[in-house]
């Protein structure tokens, strides 16, 4: 398996972009609602020069686990370089965790120190961080007992020199979301980081002059590769997104080449087209030539996307439906595939995109079906291991270098892959036969009053599909007339999905329940993604109610009064 070499290492690459490109912008971060400030790579890099060696003075031993705890902004990309040229290990922790997760987190990991931003909430960092644990905090986010950014960089003289690492070298402990359970501290080296962001700018030609907005969860592996990695390899710019509220602007501000999205925000996205174009309209209107162009530019560039040569979908399955409707309107969405444990490992050729798979393995990347269907992935970009969990580790890997991936996949002859769905999330039915959940719920998600969706069904004759709807969607609910047709319109779409699966996959009802699911209430995983097992034990309740009334959508108490009740006054 090939190895980096030493110029294309993350720490290389920004000591050659500093002389190179000194001159050219690198980060863009808005503040105060309106505000924007740039560092061009020279600037930056100095003040993660200044901090690496303020963060070398503390003598901590080389590999030590420095932390960062914030929102996507300028300083956590500074920070990471900072404890990268200091020879220590960098941590990201999700900013939208609970307070004893990051604490388990910061603990497991032994962090020393931790940069602190912006967070959802203030107790994630009082309650979070460990006693004794170093603080320094980004301007955003200034706080008691913590150490300023700006103070330590103005006090601290320029690391000097370039300090290398090996390839080999450890670069950082990114921790699982917790789909699953308790996160899992996955190593990764220097060397993964920089082929994983090689391959998808050599798959799709990507140069130094792509723009990308940055929003997305850095603690995620999705966006520490396809954002950080990737522009510090391509000497690329990055601007930041400040809030939800000015996600918007953010976006047309910085009118993105590449743009990277989960799967729940395109159909966010969507929806919200839908509430001003109603589908049958939007649909009339795609089929005239010369109005379909007008109508097709003038969405992407409300979206703010009217710039982006390429979009990318990944952290959960993407609805083949919705990625056929964006590529209609002329943006480039393309679904990948990858874990934190293999980072990016499959991403479609240019002129090879088909809805439902995720493309072939990029370069250096072996791939094979083992038993039960699973994928099994061998490269250089896979983990080193799990972090103090040396069982763990082995039992991820086949005897001879496979990561088992526990996904259940089929290869079709062109190499390109479809997921199928996770083993540990299929269950048997009555009937005695397995049920994957993932491809159903894409089905039903199709559906554009459908935010999200949970299959549930162990044990039961028949599965049935537990719904969230939009926010437009549930705003159709408040009168009698609404209601009869968001049930009627979601029958026809369980009964058109139904009609393509097997006999013992068919959903026997749609339950709409109230929500919301977030990452707060413990839905939802910080990359959103269900947690399927939370969601089911939250529903148990009802289940026997449900299947009582014998009715093809049922709703959950509260959420509005079922159709037989309305029709009875």
Not at 110 to 121: I, M, N, Q
Not at 383 to 396: A, E, F, I, L, N
Request: glycine share 8%; aromatic share 8%.
């Amino acid at each position: 398996m090939r190895t980096s070499t030493e110029y294309d290492l993350p720490l290389a690459c920004i000591f050659r972009w500093e002389r190179e490109r000194a001159d050219r912008v690198f980060l863009t971060q808005p503040f105060d609602g309106g505000k924007v400030r740039d560092w061009t790579w020279a600037q930056a890099v100095d003040e993660a020069r200044r901090m690496a060696a303020w963060l070398k003075a503390q003598n901590w031993e080389p590999g030590t686990r420095v932390a960062i705890l914030s929102k996507n902004c300028a300083w956590w990309i500074m920070a990471d370089m900072a404890i990268w040229m200091a020879g220590y290990v960098s941590v990201p922790v999700y900013f939208s965790l609970r307070p004893h997760t990051v604490r388990q987190i910061l603990e497991h990991s032994g962090a020393k120190a931790c940069f602190l931003g912006v967070t959802e909430e203030e107790e994630m960092v009082s309650l979070g961080v460990p006693a004794g644990t170093v603080s320094i905090c980004f301007p955003t986010a200034a706080r008691e007992n913590c150490l300023a950014w700006d103070d330590l960089v103005a006090a601290t003289p320029p690391l000097a020199g370039n300090p290398e690492r090996a390839d080999d070298d450890l670069a950082t402990i990114i921790y699982t979301s917790g789909t699953t359970g308790t996160p899992k501290g996955v190593m990764q080296t220097f060397g993964a980081l920089s082929r994983d962001a090689q391959a998808p700018a050599r798959v799709f030609g990507l140069t130094a002059e792509q723009r990308i907005l940055s929003y997305l969860p850095l603690a995620h592996i999705v966006e520490r590769i396809g954002v950080e990695a990737l522009s510090i390899a391509l000497g690329s710019r990055i601007f930041f997104a400040e809030s939800l509220e000015t996600f918007v602007t953010d976006l047309q501000r910085a009118r993105p080449t590449l743009f990277l999205s989960v799967p729940r925000l395109m159909l966010k996205f969507q929806q919200a087209v839908h509430a001003k174009i109603p589908k049958p309209r939007l649909d009339a209107l795609l089929r005239i030539p010369i109005v379909s162009r007008i109508v097709k530019k003038k969405i992407l560039r409300q979206l703010g996307l009217d710039t982006a040569t390429l979009a990318a979908c990944g952290a959960a399955p993407l609805p083949p439906e919705l990625l056929k409707w964006f590529r209609r309107l002329g943006l480039d969405l393309v679904e990948g595939y990858g874990m934190t444990e293999t980072t990016v490992t499959h991403l479609p050729r240019p002129g090879t995109v088909r809805p439902g798979y995720v493309g072939n393995a990029v370069p250096g990347v072996e791939q094979k079906v083992g038993a039960n269907g699973e994928l099994l992935i061998r490269s250089s970009m896979n983990m080193v291991g799990y972090y103090k969990d040396p069982q763990g580790t082995r039992d991820s890997f086949t005897e001879d270098g496979f990561f088992r991936t526990g996904d259940v996949v089929e290869i079709a002859a062109d190499g390109q892959i479809r997921i199928i769905g996770r083993i540990k999330e299929q269950f048997k039915t009555s009937k005695g036969k397995y049920v994957a959940p993932a491809p159903i719920e894409a089905k039903l998600m199709a559906h554009s009053s459908v935010e999200a969706c949970c299959l549930m069904g162990a044990g039961m004759p028949s599965p049935f599909a537990v719904v969230l709807l939009s926010e437009d969607a549930r705003k159709q609910c408040a009168g009698a007339m609404g209601v009869n047709a968001i049930e009627e319109s979601l029958w026809a779409q369980m009964e058109e999905v139904n009609a393509q699966l097997d006999p013992h996959e068919r959903v026997a009802f749609l339950a709409i329940v109230e929500g919301p699911w977030t990452i707060h209430n413990g839905l939802i995983t910080p990359t959103m993604k269900i947690k399927r097992a939370v969601l089911e034990d939250r529903y148990q309740g009802f289940i026997d109610q449900w299947r009582s009334q014998e009715r093809p959508v049922v709703w959950e108490a509260g959420v509005a009064k079922p159709r037989q009740q309305v029709l009875q006054g």
